[in-house]
């Protein structure tokens, strides 16, 4: 089990925020700001592949920003970063997904603490719901899906059940089908990941009905797919199994061979484990002779073979470590290893670095990659860079502008390092950016990166690189797991900067490196 001790756990512009007008926590309609699609869009399930709508096999790259769920109700690190840089920074390290918990007494209720309103000035005077719009909506600008996770009904803590005395299985159906309803225009919210960690009393498939979690999960993913039925039902295992040994919290889906999930709309189920390493707490496998050797048969014994047999898909909804102990490295080095020759969705616990037992993917600052668990997790988490097909021009034709301004991009000779512009979101008083620079036909070993901005008057905090504002220019240096740039690689970098007037679309980079 999951000891008692586990973690709490400017749009694609501005105006699109205008178009939301909430009046009450529990508006049924669709703000008009949810219209657009992510590149991915909706997804569906065959056999244990997740698709996407032309079919195309996807596998959800996750990482976990807690916050929602807990008293402050809003993602966590937003005294000390802006929502465009968190999202930016997880995007760069090449995840799809943010994994977003939240609880009840939240979405329900009107109370935030915990943010900069200086740095996040969307945020300003927002209720938790209003909150997630936003997140939603900076997860589309920055290219990322989200799973909505019920975390827990009261924000003080998790509960074993679907429901409590304060929080029945009603409120619960409830909140679900509002949060399906709301969110039914957009493709960026894939999945409904429909109670965290089932456990204790939890059963799977036993004839008790108050504690029957898969009999539950058909009640409630029924009422969300009668909502919106192109979301992916999430449904995590329980810590007991039949025949009486204990996993994680959640972890255990032994027993769905017998008692699988059948939902009214078909090729919707991902079941979705939780495993952690001895640090967070001591298992017995932890102890076995052959450890680390016994792993995978331990992983395909409680899940794996769900996905090994065809059988559904995997999402692994959580894992992580603070990478401490050479069990804790012999348990990743193993575990990113099944995921990637298995080909298994994940979700990484956290981004955040205030999780208790696991740390984060940055440090204390929310700003310092944690080198060591990126390199760890980089097999899962590269992905092939897009190929962009070469055309002859015609000699008669005349270019168009589009009606929407594309990165900017150096024009650097064959071979040479070159740099991509993204303008993430821009307001009245500063900016977030990212920037992809490319190696070129060799391997850069540092690198600077230099434009004007005669509205910039200071950085805000930056990922990937160091940036200093003098004069009228911004100079960036390749900093952390972006200095060294591999021959034909690619890395993303990010900045928040405060301007008066907002940023520029499409600024002249100049790029150098020795």
Known sequence: MKPVTSPLRALAAALALGAIAVSGAHLSHVPTAFAASPSVGWLHTSGSKVLTSTNQEHTIKAANWFGLETSNCAPHGLWSISLDAGMAQIASFGFNTIRLPFSNECIRGAAVSGLDITRNPLLANKTPLQIMDIVIQRAEANGLSVILDRHRPSSAAQSELWYTPTYPESAWINDWTMLAKRYAASPTVIGADLHNEPHGTACWGCTDASRNWPAAATRAGNAVLAANPKLLIIIEGVERQANGESTWWGGGLSDVRAHPVSLAVGNRVVY???????????????????????????????????HKQGIAPILVGEFGTKLETRSDQQWLESFVAYLQSNKIGFGYWSFNPNSGDTGGLVKDDWVTPQTAKLTALAPILVTAPPTTPTATPSPTATATPSPST?????????????????????????????????????????????????????????????????????????????????????????????????????????????
Request: charged share 5%; net charge neutral; glycine share 10%.
């Open 272 to 306: 979705s484990p939780h495993e952690y390493p001895a640090s967070v707490y001591p298992q017995s496998w932890f102890a076995a002779a052959n450890y680390p050797a016994n792993l995978p048969a331990q992983w395909d014994k409680s899940w794996g073979y769900l």
């Open 406 to 514: 594309p990165p900017a991009t150096t024009i650097p000779p064959a071979g040479a390092i070159s740099a991509a512009w993204q303008l993430q979101s821009s307001w009245q008083q500063g900016y977030v950016a990212q920037v992809t620079i490319k190696a070129g036909s060799a391997t850069r070993s540092g690198w600077t990166l230099k434009w004007s901005d005669a509205n910039a008057t200071s950085v805000v905090n930056a990922w990937g690189m160091t940036c200093s504002v003098t004069g009228q220019q911004v100079t960036c240096r390749g900093a952390d797991w972006a200095t060294h740039i591999p021959a034909g690689s690619s890395v993303t970098v990010g900045l928040q900067l405060n301007a008066a007037g907002g940023g520029p679309s499409n600024p002249l980079l100049a790029i150098s490196s020795p």
